[in-house]
């Protein structure tokens, strides 16, 4: 199950039409904060645990953290992926690598032993759309590990994803005998 999940959260930030009033534009001059989030989550998680400046959740049966400090205007999304003891060198590198250009605004972490895909941003500044398009990001990043390492569609250029990407999937078609 390792699809692109932007379009999907997407969905649930947008209501349908006539299922509930539609979103509105960002408020001029009013930055996010603690309130304002809890309302977003409400409305994307099913069921969500914790407090205001700790929630957590799932999104696409991965466990989603949203960690925030007003007071420090920080805001940081986690997924945790796997052991950091599990991580060889080669799967080290990649991630390296995707962190250059296909991890996008989310990134590769390691914290407490655990490999963690995360979105760290200024709480303040952030807009809904800001923390939708984040959200999915880390999401896809946690899913795409041992595969694409990508966040989402795109990938930066001037790294080695692209390659990396595209020799895997040769050796995937020769090993299935398509070539």
């Excluded at 009033?21 to 809890?38: S, Y």
């Excluded at 989310?106 to 809904?128: D, K, M």
Aim: negative net charge.
């Amino acid at each position: 199950m390792k699809h692109i999940l932007i379009a999907v959260l997407m969905v649930f930030a947008v209501p349908l039409a006539g299922a509930e009033e539609p979103v509105q534009p960002e408020p001029a001059g009013q930055g996010m904060n603690n309130q304002r989030l809890q309302a977003i989550i409400d409305r994307i998680a099913g069921e969500v645990s914790g407090r205001p400046g700790l929630w957590e959740f799932t999104v696409h049966g991965y466990q989603v953290s949203v960690i925030t400090d007003e007071k420090a205007n920080r805001m940081r999304i986690i997924v945790p992926v796997t052991k950091a003891e599990n991580i060889g060198s080669e799967q080290m590198k990649r991630l390296m690598q995707a962190n250059f250009d296909s991890a996008l605004d989310a990134r590769y972490s390691i914290a407490r032993g655990v490999l963690w895909s995360a979105f760290i941003h200024p709480l303040s500044e952030l807009s809904e759309r800001q923390f939708i398009d984040g959200l999915a990001q880390t999401v896809n990043l946690a899913g795409t590990f041992g595969d694409s390492y990508s966040s989402g569609a795109l990938i930066f250029g001037g790294g080695d994803s692209k390659q990396e990407q595209d020799r895997r999937y040769r050796e995937i078609i020769e090993s299935e005998g398509a070539i």
